[in-house]
């Protein structure tokens, strides 16, 4: 506890010394502290040129075909097993999985991918989705797409596998159903559900959980966390403000992770200090809290024996929080944890207001997870979008297929994408590496996912499609 009063004390004197010099942030008449808006990163000229060669030179294709092509680098299509355990591994299994793929993630159902072929009949359809597609074999996939993706050159250059965010992509369920709960906002008059996941810096998502309707999202992030598919276990995670109490501060940093929710309503954070006579200069009135390190370290035993049962699975952070909290106010050991984390919290807000290029940090990840979420709607573009599953069970599995068919496609285009890079350099494009990490995997123009399929593959003898002509049109 004296090292970590040591450090808040100390950063926020070193934070407060550069405030003179610091024109992101202002503190208002009753000493409250606001950042000024972070402005745009331009984007040059090679930036643009470089984005424009890339994504003209991607192949045209149908979502089927990517599904394939991904398997067949990846493995994926050897995860999905029987669920008796001795059945035959039926013949072009893989494709019948593509097929159910397409239905499940676009949301179209069986009819626009059937087929003359034995592998899209109904009836194969049919045995293959109740015998073989569930979410432990949706999850065993997503690992070796995972793995695959961090093996990438251009996705290493997007980030290290280190950093992390977790929100929710909200679906309207209107069947009825007891997993689905109101939200006028969200879901009109219908009740809704929601698909809270994890994207890394690499542009995997790592997993996610179906909750009813629109709970605080915080409730559930360390489930996520803990309960991902692969990947790299993140250090940094970031979340949006809903995501944000001082409980999961705490927890979230007792589990050794790096907490960097964004936060709007940053003027009305309270900052918090150990030291109550302490001068910290600009933020005198600001750190206007006080952390009882006693309280904390009453509770000690205990707090380490929860964040024990949470890191064994031995108990789901969801019900640790549930139980850390009564009538909307913390147990005493909800309170010591909560202490813990205004630490951490009041940490992150010295930051925030101490390096514009953390911040930026976060605005990237969030960023890169909204780009998901409107790829991922482009996707699950059938029956307007909705989600008709009565039971959890049954939102698990699709939403698993839509998370698959996600990663195939991000992966599909970052080496694609990779390999463009490479030919540009190779023709003499001045490509510089500055501008290669702000490529995005999400474009999807040049992926069919619309209408009937091809399952078809041609024959690749390079491991890839050719690269198209840079220069050509693109209905060619």
Known sequence: MEARAALLDGTYREVAGRVPDNAQIVFDDDGRLHFAALEPEPEPASLLDLRAAVNAMLPRVDLPEVLLEVMAWTGADQAFTSVTGGEARLKDLHVTIAGLLVAHGCNVGYTPVMGGADALK???????????????????????????????????????????????????????????????????????????????????????????????????????????????????????????????????????????????????????????????????????????????????????????????GAVRAYDVIGMLSRDGRPTPLGD??????????????????????????????????????????????????QLYQRYQDGMEDQIGALGLVLNAMVLFNTRYMDAAVDQLRADGFDVADEDVARLSPFVRHHINVLGRYSFQLPDLPGGLRPLRDKHAADDE
């Open 336 to 385: 010591a944890i909560a202490h813990y984390g205004r630490i951490a919290k009041t940490l992150h807000i010295l930051r925030l207001a101490d390096e514009p290029g953390y911040r930026r940090q976060i605005k990237v990840q969030a960023n890169l997870q909204e780009g998901r979420h409107a790829l991922a709607r482009k996707i699950f573009h059938g029956r307007a979008g």
């Open 122 to 312: 109904y009836g194969r359809l049919s045995h293959v989705d109740q015998t073989y597609l569930r979410l432990a074999t949706y999850r065993a996939a997503n690992a070796a797409l995972i793995k695959h993706q961090a093996s990438i050159p251009l996705a290493q250059a997007w980030g290290g596998g280190l950093v992390a965010s977790v929100d929710g992509m909200r679906f309207v369920v209107p069947v009825p159903s007891v997993y689905a709960r109101p939200n006028p906002k969200y879901f009109g008059r219908r009740g809704g559900a929601t698909w809270l996941n994890m994207i890394n810096d690499q542009a995997a998502g790592l997993g996610g959980k179906v909750v009813a309707g629109t709970p605080r999202d915080s409730l559930y992030v360390l489930d996520v966390l803990y309960d991902r598919d692969g990947g790299k276990r993140p250090e940094m995670i970031v979340t949006d403000t809903a995501s944000y109490s001082d409980i999961v501060f705490g927890l979230l940093t007792l589990a050794g992770f790096a907490y960097a929710p964004q936060l709007a309503d940053l003027p009305d954070q309270k900052m918090w200090r150990v030291d109550r006579t302490a001068d910290y200069g600009a933020f005198q009135d600001a750190a206007r809290g006080r952390v009882d390190l006693a309280r904390i370290e009453r509770h000690w035993e205990d707090i380490l024996r929860i964040i024990g049962s949470i890191h064994t």
